[in-house]
Nanobody, 123 residues
Framework: VQLQASGGGLVQAGESLRLSCEAS???????MGWFRQAPGKEREFVAT????????VYGDSVKGRFTISRTNMKNTVYLQMSSLKPEDSAVYYC??????????????????WGQGTLVTVSS
């Protein structure tokens, strides 16, 4: 499956932004995740959602501010980001996994990756 992330941009601290990830094929067989990577830093787990039951897991740094959701009929996954902070600035990637342990947030479990969309939060 091919993934295309979009929706990034430049916002001010405290504002909101919604990222989308559209897949070329059916995502109903995949657990979907969002990761991010800031310059000079390692890739960081942001959020993941179960392929069918809607269960979600979030990284500690985004809990309570970000919401992941999916619409399997549209083969699209979303990341609603609120109360953005400058430290949220990064390239955001969506990814797809079939791993049983999808909830761990390990990027090694994700086989398919999108190209990334840049989010910049100014202070």
């Amino acid at each position: 499956v091919q993934l295309q992330a979009s929706g990034g941009g430049l916002v001010q601290a405290g504002e909101s932004l919604r990222l989308s990830c559209e897949a070329s094929g059916r995502i109903s067989n995949y657990h979907m995740g969002w990761f991010r990577q800031a310059p000079g830093k390692e890739r960081e787990f942001v959020a993941t959602i179960h392929r069918s039951d809607g269960s979600t897991v979030y990284g500690d740094s985004v809990k309570g501010r970000f919401t992941i959701s999916r619409t399997n009929m549209k083969n699209t996954v979303y990341l609603q980001m609120s109360s953005l902070k400058p430290e949220d600035s990064a390239v955001y990637y969506c990814a797809a996994s079939t791993a049983v342990t999808w909830y761990t947030g390990s990027d090694r479990l994700y086989k398919y990756w999108g190209q990334g969309t840049l989010v910049t939060v100014s202070s």
